[in-house]
């Protein structure tokens, strides 16, 4: 048997291991999402939002809301006995992400989260959500904690980004992020990752790479911000609300596309209406699936999370179809003689 064979059947079983665990039978990941809890309340599919389904500019708002819980809000409220951590041990402690030990319904785990503000005081204090690199190094320590104690690790996302100030750069702010990455896609522990306000950039992928991504109805998540995106297409930020159309960032797009596995409901009017009721919904939610993930073995934890994230931007070529020739380089294109270029 040769090794490409030998990984097939690994995958293979790895991936039967994980549907026994969550007792799909032959239901396959991509099937309606139907390896989470539906006791949870979850949302699985995106056509029950038919109805009241939001545009995805109206998200933005929404996600934006300066009254959302965030990450203080709802570990205070979904955990116990919480111990915050600080420190990167390095340079100094950064208050954009916080995060430590607590019990989440008698469990103990790690959980990891970035900050915002409630007021502008405390955004300033927090630098609007957005961590400087020794954030980042500070959630990888807590990471490595979570694994040398056999902790479940739960992170919340809710950043517009990662600081990308001078002063960022400086310290090494694109190396901190993918060491966040790189640390968690091998982490053996299981992770579930929540997704409360906004999700940007690499920034919130630092801390997003799960087993299981979960996001609140009205959250968002993309690789730049509409105003960002429509700047560099449209040369205008006031072109944010055609760039967040066409950037599916939606709770019920990211659902779709399999971005995230399911959205937890919201209370009536959104997230900031009850605090209350938006710690318990997550909190049900975190319980039903590290149920589930600790009867999965780290292998093929580990296994499955790779090929969760392998799995994002497939192309299916249709049958039949010739593939396009690739473009010239742009320096053949640059060189190319004037006198040919007349004749053709």
Do not use: C
Not at 141 to 161: C, N, Q
Not at 182 to 210: C, D, F, K, N, Q
């Amino acid at each position: 048997m040769s090794g490409l064979d030998r990984s097939a059947v690994q995958r293979g079983r790895a991936k039967a291991a994980l549907e026994d665990a969550f007792g799909l039978g032959g239901t396959r990941r991509g099937e309606k999402n139907g390896h989470l809890a539906l006791e949870a309340g979850l949302i699985t599919d995106a056509s029950t939002l038919a109805s009241a389904r939001p545009t995805a500019w109206q998200a933005v708002q929404t996600a934006r809301h300066i009254g959302r819980p965030h990450t203080l809000d709802v570990i205070s409220r979904a955990f116990d006995r919480f111990q915050e951590l600080h420190g990167d041990r390095t340079f100094r402690d950064d208050p954009a992400i916080v995060g430590g030990i607590a019990e989440l319904a008698g469990r103990p785990v790690v959980v990891v989260g970035e900050q915002k503000g409630a007021s502008t005081e405390e955004n300033i204090q927090r630098n609007f959500g957005m961590p400087y690199p020794e954030g980042y190094r500070k959630a990888v320590r807590l990471y490595r904690l979570a694994e040398k104690f056999h902790l479940p690790l739960v992170t919340l996302l809710d950043t517009p980004g990662a600081y990308p100030g001078p002063e960022a750069e400086e310290r090494g702010q694109a190396e901190a992020i993918a060491s966040s990455i790189h640390r968690m896609t091998r982490l053996a522990t299981p992770i579930v990752a929540v997704i409360l306000g906004e999700g940007g950039s690499g920034g919130a992928l630092a801390l997003g790479v799960a087993d299981v991504v979960l996001a609140l109805e009205n959250a968002i998540y993309s690789v730049i911000s509409p105003e960002g995106s429509a700047a560099i297409l449209w040369r205008s930020a006031a072109e944010a609300e055609r760039a967040a159309e066409a950037m599916k960032l939606a709770g019920p797009d990211l659902l779709e596309t399999g971005v995230v596995d399911a959205l937890i409901r919201e209370p009536a009017g959104g997230a900031h209406t009850d605090h209350e009721a938006t710690a318990a919904a997550i909190k049900t939610a975190l319980v039903a699936q590290l149920d589930r993930l600790a009867r999965v073995p780290i292998a093929d934890l580990l296994s499955l999370r790779y090929e969760r994230y392998r799995a994002f931007g497939a192309i299916v070529e249709p049958h039949n179809a010739a593939p396009e020739a690739p473009p010239a380089p742009w320096w053949r294109r640059a060189l190319r003689n004037p006198l040919r270029a007349g004749r053709e």
